[in-house]
């Protein structure tokens, strides 16, 4: 089954990349290089049969044989597939631990991290919610003194008010 996702998302990059659909039956330059490049990424990253890669473009496994023999020489023709085809595997293993295989074990205790991480998340999200109504309240109460000191005191002369407001109270 991750096979299958494997060669969806690698098409889709593909398709993305070079804003074209591989499985068209066209055969135009952009295509099959586009689709070189695809057999080449499953074949050297995925470790796929031929076989395998030809049946997901309708393919014959000679066809993904040939493309994939002739790659070095497409590459060293065209500089610009060159740059292409480092481009798309980038993209592709930036995603492809996604399709990693996993066992049920591995899944499992994931799954128990995840719930475990979820729990101290909402303790701490329960914290912070206490705190912003601490902080509401206390807005709430001093909102009066703050908006006075806004309204007259220019910035220039806030570290001298503050200096007052502290002796001030320092003093009670």
Known sequence: ????????????????????????????????????????????????????????????????????????????????????????????QEQSGEYADLNPVQLKKQLNDLVEQNKMLNLSLIDVQERCEELKKHHKKYASLVQLIEDRVPEKRIKEVEKKLNAILNGI
């Open 1 to 92: 089954m991750f096979d299958y996702q494997k060669v969806k998302a690698l098409k889709n990059i593909v398709n993305i990349y070079f804003n074209a659909s591989i499985e068209s039956k066209l055969r135009t330059d952009k295509l099959i290089k586009a689709r070189a490049i695809a057999y080449k990424i499953l074949r050297d990253e995925c470790r796929f049969s031929y076989t395998f890669i030809a049946q997901q473009f309708a393919k014959n496994h000679a066809t993904v044989m040939h493309a994939i023999k002739e790659f070095p020489w497409m590459l060293k023709s065209d500089k610009s597939m060159e740059r292409d085809y480092f481009h798309v595997l980038a993209l592709w």
